[in-house]
């Protein structure tokens, strides 16, 4: 079955510091990827997506994620983490009609 | 832009009640789907629905069951509710041809007692 794994359950950066979450992936073919996030007792918002072409993809909030297939992995990269960055970070892919979640990654920013 | 909204916000229950938890999609999407998100986990596929036709389901127990309206909004059921129903209950909804990029609505946080 198709499915992600984050390998880091907490993450803990300086505001200004650059970060990278990472993201692999279980699929048979060309997986449809994404990355959310969610700020405490919110819904999911979506940062961005891979579905074909470009490898480097761009988001919102300056965040960006590479898919590298050959490491069968899709991870989530900003150059300069800002306080309201702190949140839950997940990835997903596609499973048919459906979106199959990692366990997240819990970002904290410190000053 | 109205995003996806979703009914009531928070709920208490108690065991072996039953649940109805509501949702409207984004404006111009035709397609839902519900996710279970325990605490510290991510969101789990319940299922979703597309010309008010249940169109892929999760490993959800029958218990779970769900209706989508003429206009697009659709209800989730949750019968003969256990301790361990206790979640966020999220609302996602997209396009019939884009079904994968969903957008989330805030999520009802269901307790059962």
């Known amino acids: 079955a198709q499915s992600v794994t984050q390998p880091d359950i907490h993450i803990t950066v300086s505001e200004g510091a650059s970060l990278e979450l990472r993201c692999n992936y279980s699929y048979g073919a060309t997986p449809y990827l994404f990355w959310y996030v969610q700020s405490p007792g919110q819904g999911l918002q979506l940062l961005l997506k891979y579905f074909s072409g470009d490898t480097l993809v761009q988001g919102i909030k300056g965040f960006e994620a590479e898919f590298k297939r050959s490491q069968s992995s899709f991870n989530l990269r900003k150059p300069s983490v800002h306080w309201s960055d702190a949140a839950e970070y997940f990835c997903?892919?596609?499973?048919?009609?459906?979106?199959?979640f990692g366990k997240g990654t819990s970002l904290l920013v410190t000053p | 832009d109205a995003g996806v909204t979703q009914s009531p916000t928070h709920l208490i229950k108690t065991r072996g009640q039953q649940v109805t938890l509501r949702c409207s999609p984004k404006?111009?999407?035709?397609?839902v789907s519900w996710y279970q998100q325990a605490l510290g986990q991510g969101p789990q596929f319940i299922f979703q629905y597309y010309e008010e036709e249940e169109r892929q389901r999760g490993n959800f127990p029958d218990r779970f069951s769900g209706h989508q309206f003429p206009n697009y909004s659709s209800e989730l059921n949750v019968n003969a509710l256990l301790l361990g129903d206790s979640a966020l209950y999220l609302c996602a909804s997209s396009l019939r041809q884009l079904y994968n990029e969903q957008f989330f609505g805030p999520g009802t946080r269901l307790t059962v007692l």
């Open positions: 404006s111009g999407h035709d397609t």
């Open positions: 997903a892919v596609n499973s048919g009609y459906a979106l199959n």
